[in-house]
């Protein structure tokens, strides 16, 4: 266990680097250089003052004295400062809408377990039923469905045609500080309805699918016709000896859906309004905020890779054919 | 491919995703004729009028005519799929079968490169990278591409690997066959299938997120028409006018699910033993 543990850690730190050099290039693909959006067409630089920037920034050393530098700077979570006019450190602007991204997300990967798991299992018991063919109409609308597209239409039901739900925010602005604990709980709750059905449907598909086909191949196999020729009850054919095994891999499968969960955070959160990462990163693209795009890239890259390397321990710990597998 | 073909159209579902493909490439190619007013043509006196029989899908904020932008827009997104699903499957078919022959420490280095690539949400990395460059059509349609030819990579590689060691290699090695030739000769063509299948639900993702930058305002840019962009202006009027934001989306939805069913057919025709569901 411990020689795996090391190997896996020594892949983590590999792509880990991996990924700060991707970033880094891109930084410099910029035409014009890192710099050009706080220079182009502002009167008030002269070539002096440029020549100033470009030194501070430390544009003028080799590349890899500025990779090294920028790697430095990260450990120590310094990610430089923003280009808007506030110039506040980009680590202090990601900070604060962090947690509301994984809120999110976190829910929502919950819900998408909560609704996968029996539906998926119920249709690989009943397989070719009316509801398993339910179950694959979903999985394939999920695939198709354009998630921004989603969203506009739940707002215009629910939030303009019933009046229903708010379509924009975390929570009400006015009068948000008057309320009671639980005022404020059904608040966040209203708000969060729209934003979380979009993410949710979004990342149901490929996990339901997953499920669904996980169970149905497990019901097939040798073992599970020997539990039942046992004569064991149907029952505990399914729940004890053929869940178990169909669900082990899903550990994997949830480790690899979190960057397109992610992802789905910048169109939902820009959409409804929620001040989390996602709309930092758009806003940032629109307003090329260089330094805040970088930093973002970087940390949700680093999100997925701490949370592969998450699920494949735990895989590893519930399966001990894995880790014997890979010494 | 013709038998491949007769089974598609022998299956249901396969049939109909074709027929829906069918009809968007004529859209798509004959636009200028099909579409009943200029998707340009700015008329103050039509603003955001409803569904009519002159304006079967309304009229925009521009007062423009909404099925004419829309069948325009269907040859953008085609034409994006298809170059940034073409670029994809170059890249990944390329790294694929170099790290799947080779073995060794090429494969190391590529399948590590894979591995870093899959880390990165595609939809951070697109933004990332646009936002250095001008948003246009061909800007997307290589960003796209050289974001999502990951799975391609994997595949080929894993096809290659277990048809490396067969006995018709070892024949064209003793003919004195070279690399390359015995890649794209040999081993190549017996990964076509899987290829073929990733190709078809790659072309729905890539409208999808097309769809999505444009939408998002770093895409296809107006007054050039994209089911995306058409639907910013839907967002806006949302009170007001609903055809803005439901049929673009409903054509989005329609050809993705089209794609990516028929990928699944042809998945199910070409390995049997691979349950559709």
Redesign the interface.
């Known amino acids: 266990m411990i020689a795996f543990l090391l190997k896996r850690f020594l892949t983590l730190i590999i792509t880990l680097l991996g990924i700060t050099i991707i970033s880094f290039s891109i930084i410099h693909l910029a035409p014009g250089g890192p710099l050009s959006p706080l220079t182009e067409f502002n009167p008030k630089i002269t070539p002096e003052y440029r020549k100033k920037l470009v030194k501070m920034y430390g544009l003028d050393k080799p590349l890899y004295v500025q990779y090294w530098k920028w790697l430095k700077g990260i450990i120590k979570l310094d990610f430089g400062k923003s280009f808007s006019l506030d110039q506040r450190p980009v680590w202090d602007k990601i900070k604060e809408r962090l947690p509301v991204t994984l809120f999110i997300n976190a829910l929502s990967l919950f819900l998408i377990l909560l609704i996968a798991i029996p539906m998926g299992v119920y249709s690989a018991v009943k397989a070719e039923s009316a509801f398993d063919r339910i179950t694959t109409v979903v999985t394939f609308i999920g695939y198709a469905m354009p998630s921004f597209w989603l969203a506009i239409i739940l707002m215009m039901i629910f939030g303009v045609k019933l009046q229903w739900l708010p379509i924009s925010g975390l929570h009400s602005t006015i009068g948000y500080d008057e309320m009671n604990l639980f005022q404020k709980i059904w608040d966040w709750t209203k708000h969060l309805i729209c934003p979380l059905f979009v993410a949710t449907f979004g990342g149901l598909a490929g996990v339901l699918r997953y499920v669904r086909n996980s169970m149905y191949e497990v019901l097939k196999s040798d073992f599970i016709l020997f539990a039942r020729a046992k004569g064991l009850p149907e029952r505990v054919v399914i729940y004890k000896h053929a869940l178990r095994n169909a669900l082990l891999p899903l550990i994997t499968i949830l480790g690899l859906s979190i960057p397109g969960l992610v992802g789905g955070s910048v169109i939902f959160e820009t959409i409804f309004g929620i001040p989390g990462v996602g709309q930092l990163m758009w806003q940032a693209v629109m307003a090329r905020d260089y330094p805040v795009i970088m930093a973002n890239l970087f940390l949700i890259s680093f999100l997925t890779l701490l949370g592969n390397f998450l699920a494949d321990i735990g895989y590893a710990l519930a399966d001990p054919r894995i880790r014997l597998e890979s010494k | 491919m013709k038998e491949l073909f007769k089974e598609l159209i022998k299956h249901k579902i396969g049939c109909a995703s074709l027929i829906v493909i069918f009809i968007l490439v004529v859209l798509a190619l004959f636009a200028p004729y099909l579409s009943p007013y200029d998707p340009f043509e700015i008329n103050v006196n039509e603003i955001l009028l409803p569904p009519s029989l002159k304006h079967p899908l309304g009229t925009d904020l521009l007062g423009r005519d909404v099925l004419s932008r829309m069948i325009y827009a269907s040859r953008i997104s085609l034409e994006v799929s298809l170059v940034a699903v073409g670029i994809s499957i170059g890249i990944g078919v390329f790294l694929g079968s170099l790290a799947g022959y080779l073995g060794g420490i090429v494969d190391q280095i590529i399948s ?2 894979i ?11 697109i ?7 001008e948003p246009s059509i061909l800007t997307i349609m290589i960003v796209i591409g050289a974001t999502s030819w990951m799975g391609v990579a994997r595949l080929v590689r894993a096809e290659i690997m277990s048809l490396k060691e067969r006995d018709f290699v070892l024949i064209a090695k003793v003919y004195g066959a070279g690399t390359f030739r015995i890649i794209f000769r040999h081993l190549l063509p017996n990964a076509l299938p899987p290829v073929l299948v990733s190709a078809s639900l790659g072309l ?1 993702q890539a409208i ?1 997120i097309e ?2 930058l444009s ?4 895409g296809v840019q107006p007054p050039i028409p994209s089911w ?1 962009n058409i ?1 910013i202006e ?2 806006e009027t ?2 007001i006018a ?1 055809w803005l ?2 049929f ?2 409903l054509a ?2 329609i050809t ?2 089209a794609f ?2 028929l990928g ?1 057919t042809l998945q199910e025709i070409m390995n049997p033993k691979k ?1 559709m ?1």
């Open positions: 590590r490169f591995d870093i690539m899959l880390c990165f949400p595609t939809i951070f990395l933004l990332a990278v646009i936002a250095y460059l729905g999808l769809s999505a939408f998002l305002g770093i995306g639907l839907g967002k949302l009170e609903w934001s439901v673009p989306g989005i939805l993705v699910l990516t069913l699944e349950e569901k």
